[in-house]
């Protein structure tokens, strides 16, 4: 998708104008809308109460379009648009004009604000569709806490969730800047909620079915339906070989893309014994097939309008914000691997340079998928997919290497592998460096050529383990050579009790060489490799690596750069989805107000029965 250089204008806020560089949307339909509805106090009278309100309670407004336009991005680029209602709001008339506009407009999510008392059931937004917030000034003039306690109980009384919004200190009437704790759970109730949103709507596209009888690649369209608002699109894999054989591509991308790999993508050392390794002239068709494979993937996911004449039909696509592909084994038994695809497509680049990162899950491990999905939209970061594959214990560590563990490993007591051949982004190598030379993992719209250069030049491409895939093809071979924050998460389906989120705040590890490489080689030597160690909080399982790995749902994990577990608990709160297990401090999670009617002393008790009582979001 081409880059395009877009001109915003917030005259509604101030008049100014900044130029940013973003990606089309290749998803039908626009981004969701926030809206913010400026409540007030609706007397008027000789006192003039409501008149002397006015500018304070529009500029609550003003400086809270400010700081989300400033801090957050679609996951296109493109800065969130939100839009305030023309007056304030004091009466249900004034209530619905503001209701019309943010229909027309296109809003999904509304923060209210207020400086002061008003009238709680006459002002409140009663969309049962948008996603809530309220933010109550703490001020002593005309406390804005009193509305927010009263309309977060309507919100409650009317079973319409809403997030309530308050800072811990004690304002100036004349103070228009956000405190830090305040705008700390504005950003975060944003972005949960943007991320919520944007997936309405869309589909998941799986191509294949059930992969070697992993259960989190059996589809429940009901799930999709009911909790996320999404639809299942569903493709045969001959579909792809269909396109192949007929032609049914974009030959001038597929030339692009192929002389791109040439000069790009370093062939690795292969693995496999002389009676089953594949020639050089074989070995070169099996690039052309992946590289194709690729091209074609993406075209099935979002539509491709340059696809041969006569295609119409093929040039729409799915319209899907995530995908999964089966392959094993029916596929790479006969096939080369989608190795290269996966790992391509959920990267942050390709031969058109820096982009935004697909979803495509390896084994069409949709459980998977849909996690790596969550963390993307509230990030705009390229997510890893990996096998949760072996725990090392300090002392199997040292037996095995002679190596005593350091650092996060030692904090962690011990480490997991996470290994997979598939769906790995390359910007996992961290290679790529921040301002202080930490590694990272940036937003797609942050990646230079100089940080692609590096990204390729850690990967090789290894000819695929013949013993897995006997059809061929070739897995991505790196290093994770940095210490980076990272949180992994896996959504599980639990018969009887529905969907659950699982959270594992944590850090790559960053093992001497020679240590990696003899544990490395002990499985398989020619896939990417990540150690990771969990923050420890000495409960529940965070009392070893161990014991993380052993409460783990799944035999796969998502993981993304930063410590993000806070946003994925109010993502999920917002879909009803409770979290089951997560190292998250207590401070820094955010719910609805109405979560706290269903207990605080266990919160994850209390999430369990507040999702249950409101049920799916879209049901």
């Not at 957050?72 to 008339?93: C, F, H, M, Q, W």
């Not at 190795?339 to 942050?348: G, K, V, W």
């Not at 002392?395 to 030692?410: N, P, R, S």
Request: proline content about 4%; glycine content about 8%.
């Amino acid at each position: 998708f081409c880059d395009i250089l877009l001109c915003v204008e917030f005259c509604t806020l101030y008049n100014e104008r900044m130029y940013i560089t973003m990606a089309e949307n290749r998803f039908l339909g626009d981004y969701p809308v926030i809206g913010i509805r400026p409540i007030i106090d609706g007397r008027r009278g000789p006192l003039k109460v409501r008149e002397s309100l006015e500018d304070q309670t529009m500029n609550m407004a003003k400086s809270a379009a400010k700081l989300f336009t400033e801090n957050l991005k679609y996951s296109n680029g493109e800065p969130v648009k939100v839009v305030i209602a023309d007056t304030t709001i004091g009466r249900v008339a004034e209530a619905a004009a503001c209701a019309d506009k943010f229909r027309k407009e296109g809003v999904q999510i509304t923060l209210s604000v207020t400086p002061c008392w008003c009238y709680g059931s006459e002002t409140m937004d009663m969309d049962p569709t948008t996603i809530k917030g309220v933010w109550g000034f703490n001020g002593t003039e005309r406390p804005g806490a009193v509305y927010l306690a009263a309309v977060l109980a309507a919100h409650a009384q009317k079973g319409l969730p809403a997030f309530g919004i308050y800072g811990h200190d004690v304002q100036d009437l004349d103070d228009t800047t956000i405190p830090a704790d305040v705008e700390e759970k504005l950003l975060r109730f944003a972005r949960a909620a943007i991320a919520a949103a944007t997936m309405k709507g869309k589909s998941y596209l799986q191509i294949g079915s059930i992969c070697m009888g992993i259960a989190g690649s059996s589809i429940d369209t009901d799930f999709f339906e009911e909790y996320l608002g999404m639809r299942v699109e569903s493709v045969d894999e001959v579909e792809i070989i269909r396109r192949m054989s007929e032609g049914i591509y974009d030959e001038a991308e597929y030339q692009k893309a192929y002389k791109w790999v040439k000069e790009n993508c370093k062939e690795g050392f292969d693995k496999n014994p002389d009676f089953v390794k594949k020639s050089d002239e074989q070995k070169e068709k099996d690039w052309e097939f992946t590289v194709k494979m690729m091209c074609i993937i993406k075209d099935l996911m979002n539509g491709n309008k340059n696809l041969p004449e006569g295609r119409e039909e093929e040039m729409v696509g799915h319209n899907a914000i995530a995908a999964g592909f089966q392959g094993q084994r029916q596929w790479t038994d006969f096939y080369p691997n989608a190795d290269f695809a996966e790992a391509m497509l959920n990267t942050s680049f390709d031969w058109n340079g820096a982009r935004e990162p697909y979803v495509l899950a390896t084994e069409n491990d949709v459980l998977n998928g849909i996690s790596m999905l969550f963390m993307k939209l509230l990030t705009n970061r390229p997510q890893m997919f990996a096998d949760v594959r072996t725990y090392w214990s300090p002392e199997a560590t040292k037996k095995a290497t002679g190596y005593e563990l350091e650092g996060k490993a030692k904090e962690g007591k011990g480490f997991i592998h996470l290994i997979n051949s598939g769906a790995c982004c390359l910007d996992a190598c961290g290679e790529v460096k921040d301002e202080n030379g930490n590694g990272v993992i940036k937003e797609w719209y942050n990646v230079t050529d100089e940080d692609i250069k590096k990204m390729t030049e850690a990967t090789t491409w290894a000819p695929a383990d013949n013993g897995y895939f006997r059809g061929g093809g070739y897995s991505s071979r790196f290093l994770t050579r940095a210490e980076m924050p990272a949180t992994m998460i896996r959504l599980n389906l639990v018969k009887g009790l529905g969907p659950t989120m699982q959270i594992c705040e944590g850090y790559t590890v960053a093992l001497p060489d020679d240590v990696s490489h003899k544990i490395w080689a002990r499985t398989d030597y020619t896939w990417p490799c990540t150690w990771f160690a969990p923050t420890l909080t000495g409960k529940g399982p965070f009392t070893s690596a161990y014991e993380v790995m052993n409460h783990w749902g799944a035999n796969h994990g998502a993981i993304s750069y930063g410590h993000i577990g806070a946003d994925i608990i109010t993502l999920c709160s917002m879909l009803r989805i409770p979290v089951s297990m997560h190292n998250v401090s207590e401070d820094k999670i955010f719910r609805p107000a109405s979560w706290n009617a269903f207990g605080t002393q266990e919160l994850e008790s209390a999430d369990f029965r507040a999702c249950e009582a409101y049920g799916p979001l879209y049901k």
